[in-house]
């Protein structure tokens, strides 16, 4: 393998252009794409070179932006229903694959695009890397993607690119379980602000894209339950949610402990948490939420219903645990009444967050990935 002087990685991300490019003009924020600009940033300043394959949003093809060359491809309309998956799709991608002529192909999120690397790879003597985004990801049925075409390719993916990476050891386990296939348990990462914040006084906060397994009518249903504390509520509307997302707003504007702050650019994102006090996920399953990090390095105690493996050296879960509207309740109680339990747990998730989350640990583990 070439040193890391010489060495080239290409992240397979077509909607993360917004984020690189901190363009605000399109709303989109995904964890996946966040994930992947942290990490490219990171290792441009390792020393590699670094390319990133997205969208076209009206940039100019081949640009450098703070050292990592974007190829840009198809526009998110462009084409014809069906016949646009092979063009201009498929053929851009593998196109811009072409150009950016790296040594290490690396994407993240379930879908098609996992087979197609994959199969680029295979043809061209590159290396592959496949990086989960949820949980669901390994699950046989691959419920987080649409069409029978898509499900299929990406377990193509799965079983042909040359390394897999799990965020946590739940999808380590269904990645053997399902696809007889070892993994790589590489954290998330998280570059906090230099000025961090958190709200004794604060109000309690829900952060995340509208979607239905999101769950946001339970937080909804917990802001109506707690008419005494303060409630905020980030995340504009999913793809085809848009039904989801009128119904939460609608609800809101009749609850006066609740403020609906909808779509929020991720540059702005961090001030919300900066004056939260608590903070909430409702989520039925996901993989490891960039949100936990955003809320621990403020000393900002979680509650969900999912477990991301995060576990203090106790065994305890670093995000406490529910499994009903009435547990959600009096865990939000107990965190907002009793301020010497929520300085101590705010004291436990930071120090987790920096000894395990931070992109020098992240991007060491990396390294040893592509050197392998």
Same mark, same amino acid.
């Given at each position: ?20 490019a901190k363009d605000l003009t399109v709303k989109h924020v995904g964890g996946a794409e966040l994930q992947q600009v942290i990490l490219a ?9 670094? +390319? ?7 940039? %100019? ?13 198809? /526009? ?19 196109? @811009?694959?072409?150009? @950016? ?8 999120? %379930? ?7 994959? /199969? ?12 989960? @985004?949820?949980n669901d990801d390994f699950l046989l049925g691959v419920p987080q993607v649409k069409f029978k075409r898509d499900k299929w390719l990406f ?19 269904? #990645? ?12 998330? #990462? ?16 829900w952060v995340s894209t509208l979607r239905e397994f999101k769950r946001p009518q339970l937080f909804i249903d917990l802001v109506k339950s ?43 994102? !961090? +001030?919300?948490? !900066?004056? @939260? ?5 409702? +989520? ?34 670093? +995000? ?6 009435? !547990?959600?309740? /009096? ?7 009793? !301020? ?33």
């Amino acid at each position: 393998m070439k040193e890391k002087q010489t060495l080239s990685i290409c992240f397979v991300a077509p909607t993360a252009y917004p984020i690189l490019a901190k363009d605000l003009t399109v709303k989109h924020v995904g964890g996946a794409e966040l994930q992947q600009v942290i990490l490219a940033k990171a290792l441009v300043k390792q020393g590699y070179s670094v +390319s990133m394959i997205c969208m076209d949003h009206g940039q %100019a093809d081949a640009i450098v932006i703070e050292g990592i060359t974007l190829y840009r491809v198809y /526009k998110p309309t462009s084409g014809i229903p069906v016949l646009r998956f092979f063009h201009p799709r498929l053929t851009s991608v593998w196109g @811009a694959m072409k150009r @950016a002529d790296a040594d290490i192909y690396y994407q993240r999120s %379930a879908g098609m695009l996992t087979g197609v690397v994959a /199969k680029f790879c295979r043809v061209h003597q590159k290396k592959s890397i496949y990086s989960g @985004a949820h949980n669901d990801d390994f699950l046989l049925g691959v419920p987080q993607v649409k069409f029978k075409r898509d499900k299929w390719l990406f377990r193509y993916g799965l079983y042909y690119v040359d390394n897999i990476l799990t965020q946590n050891i739940e999808q380590y386990r269904l #990645v053997k379980e399902n696809y007889g296939r070892e993994s790589v348990v590489i954290n998330n #990462v998280y570059t906090p602000p230099k000025i961090r914040t958190n709200n004794k006084k604060g109000y309690i906060l829900w952060v995340s894209t509208l979607r239905e397994f999101k769950r946001p009518q339970l937080f909804i249903d917990l802001v109506k339950s707690l008419p005494q504390f303060e409630f905020r509520m980030v995340g504009g509307e999913g793809n085809g949610a848009e039904e989801l997302y009128e119904k939460i707003r609608s609800q809101s504007e009749n609850l006066e402990n609740l403020e609906f702050c909808g779509f929020v650019p991720i540059s702005e994102v !961090d +001030s919300y948490y !900066d004056g @939260a006090r608590l903070f909430i996920n409702t +989520s039925s399953s996901e993989g490891f939420p960039n949100s936990f990090l955003q809320a621990w390095a403020r000393k900002i105690p979680t509650v969900s219903f999912f477990d991301c493996g995060a576990r203090f050296d106790s065994g305890e879960h670093v +995000s406490e645990l529910v499994t009903s509207l009435q !547990d959600l309740i /009096k865990s939000t109680c107990k965190f907002m009444n009793r !301020d010497e339990l929520w300085v101590k747990r705010g004291l436990q998730v930071e120090k987790y967050c920096i000894e395990n989350h931070t992109v020098k640990f992240t991007v060491s583990k990396l390294e040893r990935v592509f050197h392998e």
